[in-house]
Structure formats: structure tokens, C-alpha cells
């Protein structure tokens, strides 16, 4: 079962509401995605810290219906 890009929108816009958020269905099939985030939430932090964020905000579905999601995270 795939994820939609609505779908991962809307599990990120509720982690982040502030942020600037881009996704690419790169494969076609909603399993594939590439994804830029930038939210001032990232401040500060390094970029595995950025990553786990974006990850906890998936609530377990990486690996599952979301199979690839190449992350580009940054600070405003």
C-alpha cells in the first residue's frame, strides 16, 4: 500500500507547521518520494537530528507504506 503526496503532506505539515514543504513523487508509484523541508524547527540541530524529526513525524509508516524518501532539511 502506497502513501500519497497529500497524505505525506499532511503528516509533516502537522510536525512542522511553519515549514516550506516540496515532494516529489520521483518513481511514479507513491512509494518514492524526495522530499525538502525547511522549518525552524531544524534550527540548531544537526542533520541526523533533522532526519528523526521528519521520521517520528511519519508515525512508523517509513518502511512500511513509504518505501523511499530521500530528506533535504534546513533551518529558514
Sequence with gaps: ???S???LE???REAFPDAQINITDLAG???HYSCA???EAFRGLSRVKQHQLVYQALQGHMGGKLHALAL???AP
Excluded: F, N, R
Aim: hydrophobic share 35%; no cysteine.
Design 5 to 7: 503526496v497529500s497524505e
Design 37 to 39: 523541508i525547511t522549518s
Design 1 to 3: 500500500m502506497a502513501m
Design 29 to 31: 508509484d507513491g512509494d
Design 10 to 12: 499532511t503528516y509533516l
Design 72 to 74: 533535504q532539511t534546513s
